[in-house]
């Protein structure tokens, strides 16, 4: 698996992290937020399924590889055990899309109430506090456009599970990273080469324009609706939402909506609303990365020396979502 690149030295503390059952819970939550569940090719094609166990471990070793220091990289592992079933997609039910915060706030109860966790956070003198918010922590996230190990992990990620990209890519784009401080004085993953920083942003553009994608944005809102009426009918609890994928997918395969679903295969835009059809206008958070490089006079966005990736960017960001969105 590509994760290995990322740490040959995983400290036994997170392996054993991330087998409690409030973590392995994240092995049935997929990446791509429920869309993976669609027929739609964009999702089906990728060689293997993206966890966000997988993630977060991934996470956690870039941490640990650019930093040494438990506590971040114990932060990132359980930055996602609140994440809800369909991730991002109960952001949309929640209507905050645009900022996707309305699920992080659970992350402090999640990890207060799994005894195992807490036992090993006590053993090696780890308090709740210090790891239930890894923004504190600048390798560990930070601002757009700014690189941290959570947006680097699951570019990669997707471009090896997504995107078919071999091991050796990965590998020598991450080798070439190193840390050093950015123009806010804090600590940032910076690329020590102009090419292999370009070829992450060419990545990392491709990324961004999957997620906002006219298929992304309408089955994350699509099946958003789906989860609301469940869950205003009874089908599905609030709590069931922290349940696995598998587990609340059983909840909703009798109901048609969720066969309607799985079996959307592409997804057209108009001008203007169709009235006799699911068609829906969708806004879309535009994630992007500008990352640092190395120069003889210190450390610049690439955005501020590759004329052709400032304008690659700022064409992804003038991308306009003034159009409704329908299942052919």
């Not at 090719?41 to 966000?52: A, G, I, M, T």
């Not at 490089?293 to 690439?302: E, F, M």
């Amino acid at each position: 698996m590509y994760t290995s690149i990322y740490s040959l030295d995983m400290p036994a503390l997170l392996e054993k992290l991330a087998n409690p059952p409030a973590m392995q819970r994240l092995s049935d939550v997929g990446m791509h937020c429920g869309c993976e569940y669609s027929n739609i090719p964009l999702y089906r094609q990728s060689r293997c399924p993206y966890s966000r166990l997988v993630h977060s471990i991934g996470v956690a070793n870039i941490i640990w590889h650019f930093t040494n220091d438990i506590t971040q990289a114990v932060a990132g592992l359980l930055h996602d055990i609140a994440t809800p079933v369909f991730a991002h997609t109960i952001d949309f039910m929640n209507n905050d899309h645009m900022t996707q915060e309305s699920t992080e706030d659970k992350t402090f109860s999640f990890i207060a109430n799994s005894q195992e966790i807490r036992l090993l956070l006590d053993k090696n003198s780890i308090q709740i506090d210090d790891v239930c918010d890894y923004h504190r922590y600048p390798i560990a996230d930070n601002d757009t456009p700014m690189l941290s190990a959570d947006r680097l992990e699951y570019t990669l990620g997707n471009g090896y599970i997504t995107y078919n990209m071999n091991l050796n890519q990965i590998e020598e784009i991450y080798a070439d990273l190193t840390v050093t401080e950015n123009e806010h004085g804090t600590a940032e993953l910076c690329f020590r080469s102009a090419h292999l920083a370009k070829q992450f942003v060419v990545l990392s553009l491709r990324n961004s324009r999957f997620y906002v994608s006219n298929e992304d944005r309408f089955l994350m809102q699509y099946l958003a609706d789906i989860i609301r009426r469940s869950i205003d009918t009874g089908v599905l609890s609030h709590s069931d939402l922290f349940l696995t994928e598998s587990e609340v997918i059983a909840k909703l395969k009798p109901y048609a909506t969720w066969h309607n679903f799985t079996q959307i295969s592409a997804v057209a835009a108009s001008k203007s609303q169709i009235n006799d059809r699911y068609c829906v206008m969708v806004n879309a958070k535009k994630r992007y990365i500008d990352p640092l490089i190395l120069t003889s006079d210190g450390a610049k966005r690439i955005t501020t020396i590759d004329a052709d990736m400032k304008n690659e960017i700022d064409a992804f960001l003038r991308t306009d979502f003034n159009e409704w969105l329908y299942a052919l």
